[in-house]
Every structure is written in C-alpha cells, then in structure tokens.
C-alpha cells in the first residue's frame, strides 16, 4: 500500500493544474499557488482546503481507466474481435479470463488505496477548516458519496478488501503498513453507511444542477444507493428488502425527471463536449477539458493515422476513415468480433449503435471487415489536432430507468415502462414496445438495452454480474468462463502484495 506522510496531504502544484475542471461551480484562481498542501495550511487558509477539496476529483479522474476497464472488459462487447494492428495483451487477458494467482491484471488493488487515503483525509480534515458550515457540508455529502463508490467498486473486483475509514498521519514501523482483508458483508455495510451518510449531509432537497455534472451529487449517491442495494440483494441475502430500498431510491430520482433532468431525444448530445452545461442525462461524469486533462485511455479503440488512409466506413472505396477524421490518430488493437458486429448492427435502425461506433472495411475489393472505430469519444478538432474533451459517464438518467426496471423485475413486478423509455429514444416512434413476461425474460431484456445503451461505458460486466451468477455465463464464451472453469468472478492478489503484508490472504479459488 502506498502511505502519505503525515505532513502532507496532498501532491504536487502539477496535479492542482489539473484539478480545474473538476472544480465545477468553484474556481481554483482564488487558491494560492503552492507546491504541496500540508495539513496545518489547510487548517488555516481556507483556499488551502478547497485545494484538498478539487484534488479529490483530480485524482478520481485518474482512476477513470481502472474504472472502465473494471467494469467492461470482462463482458462480451470486446471478445476477439477484428482489429487492425497487434493485440492489447493486458485487455485481451481481461475478455479472456486469462487471470490466475501469477497472471494478476490489477496489482497493489489497483493503486485504489491512493484515492481513499484522499477521501479519508478530506473527511477528517475538512470538518476543521475555517470554511463556511454550509460547503463544508456539502463537501463532506459529496466525498462520503465518492468513497463509497470507490469501495464498492472494490468490492465487486475482489470481495474482501482492508477497510480504512481513518487518514494515515503517522507510521513507526513497516508493520504498521499491514492490514488484513475485511470481509465483504462488512465492506458492504461501510458503502451503505456512506451512503447513509451522503443522502443526510445533502439534506431533504433534491436540486438538479443546470452546470456541468462533473461533482457528485444528490442524485448520484441515489442512483448509487439504488445500485447497491440491488447488488446485495441479489449477492449478498437482501432478498426482497434490499430490492425495494433499491427501487425506492431510483423511483425517487425517476420522479423528478423533467427539462433538466432526463433521456436526452439525441444519443449523441449525451457525449457531446459542446452540451456539457445542463446537459439534462449525465448525472454525474468525469470532467476533461482543452488545455487541461483529456479523454485519451481510448486510443486502443480508434486507429492509427497512416491506416486511416487504407480503410472505409463502406463497402467502397470511400469514405476512407482518414477523410471522416483526419486528425484522429489512436491505434486499433481491440474490437468486436463479428457476431457481436451483427447483433447490434442487424434489425431496425438503433441511433445508440450509429453514435458508437462505426465498422471499418478495407478500401479495396472485397472490402472485408477490418474492425469498429469507438466514436463515442472522439471529442472536437482545434485547428489541425483532435481534443478528446468528451466526459466519461459515471452515472446517467439512463442508469436510473435500466436500474429501477431491474429493482422491479427482481420483485416480480413490470419493468416495461423504463424498458420502452430507453427503447423509444433508441429506434423512435416505430419501434416494438416490450410486453413484460417471466422473470428472465424481463432480465434478458434488460441486459440487452445494457448492453447497446452503454458500450464504452465500463458498465456491462457489472450488469452481468448484478443479475446473476447464471446470467454472467450465459453470456460469456464457455471457453473462458464456465461453471466448471477454475476461474473466478473476483480477481487474485499478486504475490508481490502478499509477500509484502504477512496479514493478506490470496482470493479464494486461486
């Protein structure tokens, strides 16, 4: 684990660079420059601790890859599919399952620890700034919200995970480091009392910002709550009670669904980085910005510029992708292989495909597949440079319908209502309305709008696994993940973690 001294409490002037687009509503010109924030100045200058405050959503942003690949790259969207250069090895061993005690694909927790240590910090220190009650509140609503997603990101990944609610200000020996793993039931119980904790500092209102949702929210920490609960009801014994706390929470948000807040009629203005401000379905996203941070942990996903040149988004010569985008120039070592080309591609005209992707063909006969462009987030053109200033989803209005109808499918009750709300603004006005049937053909359902509402987004792999254990293999190839395959739905400890801390046990099953 990493460990901050006590001294220090944040990193250095070249991270608070990067803060100002997390920053949302406030401003970091007001805040002194300084080269690090040490605990005593944070105590004393309150534009000192609102540093420490942005450099919670400085630094979650730099987890957003983890995120994404946590949550995606072990579905079905990526497996052995068609690309044009060498294979990405580490997300290929994601789709695969090719995961085992000596081939670990996310290390030390994944640097998760580094994040929380943060959020602990601001938690304890913030109480005590001479900042006005009122943001402090808020700011402490907010980062419980962040932690608890963090932790239950975790827990999803490994199950049991050393729980640490308190900042790390001393250390005397190297055996203070160790830290046993928590069990889940109880890391559960720490998200839901954040959660709790969240919902109560945000108070009994429930407002919509009409600026960039780039900071957690009230409605994030519900459509959060909504999610958890349905994950331990479904995982963890909830049962029933944990389904209606999870449909309680989304119908609330459902309920306030109006100008600024709902599905936006264009797929594409979701990601669009000129519709940011009040853009009505992002609830809350991770914030990148001209001359600041972009979006670039996609590049394996697009295509390299001399390529460009050979390819088209037809069975023709032209368009070759380099006259669509001649700015673009990623790399294409991943993609989707052609079943799951044709499964979203086939059928009436779905505008989530068409505003995700786009298939490349070689320009020369016979104009074979080559692979998928990932569009989603190709951000705008300055000049003669391509800016990947999309943000990345966390939560959307989306979310809450998909969520909310998998709350009611899991208490017996009709999902059709949000099934054809994300239908309708996917295929129009002619599209087939869904008639609610059995339990799993309600699920199924759902876990296809899942799987065509969300590409890139890190969340089919989740969805999978919230279902249900039969639903994950249901949709995995059996090759690489099966009820009788030795591996497992949570990843291992590498051994370099294990011999470093004498407390950690390996995963069970590796």
Known sequence: MKVMKHNKIFTTAALLLMLVAAACTKKLDEVVPQSSISKDQALKDPNAARTLYYGTYGLFRSYASTFYQLGEMRGDIWVDGLFTESVDGGLQNLYRHNISSLNVPFANWGGMYNLLYNFNNVIKIIP????????????????????????????????????????????????????????????????????????????????????????????????????????????????????????????????????????????????????????????????????????????????????????????????????????????????????????????????????????????????????????????????????????????RYADVLLLLAEAKTKLGEDPSAEINAIRLRAYGSGYTPFVSGSQSANMNAILEEYLREFIGEGKRWWALRRAGDSYVYANTNPAFLSPSSTAKFLLPLSLTMLNADPLLKQTAGY
């Open 128 to 395: 005590q700034t001479p900042l006005p009650d009122a943001e402090k509140t808020r700011i402490l609503a907010e980062v419980h919200g962040l932690r608890a997603y963090v932790y239950y990101t975790m827990l999803r990944t490994w199950g049991d995970v050393p729980l640490n609610t308190e900042p790390v200000e001393t250390l005397t020996n190297t055996a203070a480091t160790y830290k046993p793993r928590t069990g889940a039931d109880s890391i559960m119980l720490q998200v839901k009392a954040d959660i709790a904790k969240s919902l109560d500092l945000f108070g009994t209102a429930t407002p919509v910002s009409t600026d960039k949702r780039v900071v957690w929210s009230k409605l994030a920490t519900l459509v959060l709550k909504g999610d958890v609960f349905i994950w331990s009801g479904t995982h963890m014994g909830g049962g029933a009670a944990d389904f209606t706390t999870a449909k309680a929470a989304l119908q609330e948000v459902r309920n306030l669904q109006g100008a600024n807040l709902n599905l936006q009629a264009n797929y594409r203005d979701i990601f669009d980085p000129t519709k940011k401000v009040n853009n009505a379905e992002m609830i809350f996203a991770v914030n990148y910005e001209l001359q600041q941070a972009q979006l670039t942990f996609f590049g394996n996903f697009s295509v390299n510029s001399i390529q460009a040149n050979t390819l088209s988004f037809a069975q023709a010569a032209t368009p070759t992708v380099a006259s669509v985008y001649p700015y673009v120039s990623g790399a294409n070592r991943v993609g989707m292989n052609q079943a799951m080309i044709t499964r979203l591609t086939s059928g009436i005209a779905d505008q989530r495909i068409s505003n995700t992707f786009r298939v490349m063909y070689s320009n020369a006969a016979p104009f074979a597949i080559r692979g998928v462009m990932l569009t989603k987030y190709l951000g705008t053109v300055a000049g003669t440079s391509q800016i990947y200033n999309n943000d990345y989803p966390i939560y």
